[in-house]
Nanobody, 124 residues
Framework: QVQLVESGGGLVQAGGSLRLSCAAAGRTFSSYAMGWFRQAPGKEREFVAAISGSGGNTYYADSVKGRFTISRDNAKNTVSLQMNSLKPEDTAVYYC?????????????????WGKGTRVTVSS
């Protein structure tokens, strides 16, 4: 069983920054791609960013490209999402997710574990 625990959410003004972190435990972290998803009030959960197991490949939704950066530290079993130039439309609950052996970037295909989420609120 894999445990994913997010941290770092909070309230920030538009234009500000936040850094989300996700601590993983339960399997060989570096063997699996990781992702961040978000769900805004009244909307479907959507893909935000993903990173391959080695960290060599990253993928971003168009809505966050150039503002958000995903990274991972395989020695510490953590994945992070640095969010800059935040906008009110970034307000959502952000979920850390672990992909399984077969996965497709930009989608939730292959996700086999989810964190419980951390709330991000961006005020205008």
């Amino acid at each position: 069983q894999v445990q994913l625990v997010e941290s770092g959410g909070g309230l920030v003004q538009a234009g500000g920054s936040l850094r989300l972190s996700c601590a993983a435990a339960g399997r060989t972290f570096s063997s699996y791609a990781m992702g961040w998803f978000r769900q805004a009030p009244g909307k479907e959960r959507e893909f935000v960013a993903a990173i391959s197991g080695s960290g060599g490949n990253t993928y971003y939704a168009d809505s966050v490209k150039g503002r958000f950066t995903i990274s991972r530290d395989n020695a510490k079993n953590t994945v992070s999402l640095q969010m800059n130039s935040l906008k009110p439309e970034d307000t959502a609950v952000y979920y850390c997710a672990s992909y399984g052996r077969s996965w497709i970037p930009y989608t939730d295909y292959g996700i086999d574990y989810w964190g419980k989420g951390t709330r991000v609120t961006v005020s205008s």
